[in-house]
């Protein structure tokens, strides 16, 4: 079964809405990727005009950049310590944009979607 994004078959009164025409395949969806913490594993989409994308479905190593230094290295991370999207994401390490992680070089917010972009990128906390 696929996610639709068209409209809603109601209207906000409650009211039926009926179409004059059936979904389209730019209306699609698609799943949600929960990227964690293990050896390195991406996936293959195609997206709009036959372009290639990649999702991280699991990753242990983040761009980690440094904005005091002004370097960008690649830094083992270790575990999740905070997820803002979802408490329980920490226990599952779950990496989201805007997690906290531990990792070899201090503590770091992951600034990319790892699920849609398929790049793990970081900000060093100080």
Same mark, same amino acid.
């Given at each position: ?18 179409? =004059? #025409? %059936? @979904? /389209?395949?730019?209306?699609? +969806?698609?799943?949600?990727? &929960?990227?964690? *913490?293990?050896? =390195? #594993? %991406? @996936? /293959?989409?195609?997206?709009? +005009?036959?372009?290639?994308? &990649?999702?991280? *479905? ?69």
């Amino acid at each position: 079964m696929s996610i639709w994004q068209g409209k809603s078959r109601r209207k906000s009164t409650g009211g039926r809405r009926i179409y =004059a #025409r %059936k @979904k /389209r395949k730019y209306e699609l +969806g698609s799943d949600i990727v &929960f990227m964690t *913490l293990g050896e =390195a #594993r %991406k @996936k /293959r989409v195609r997206g709009r +005009g036959g372009s290639m994308r &990649f999702r991280l *479905l699991r990753g242990q190593v983040a761009n980690v950049a440094d904005t005091k230094k002004g370097t960008t290295k690649k830094v083992k991370i270790l575990t999740v310590l905070e997820n803002p999207a979802n408490p329980n994401y920490v226990r599952r390490n779950i990496i989201t944009k805007g997690a906290i992680v531990e990792t070899e070089a201090g503590k770091a917010r992951i600034t990319s979607k790892p699920g849609k972009d398929g790049v793990l990128n970081a900000v060093l906390l100080r």
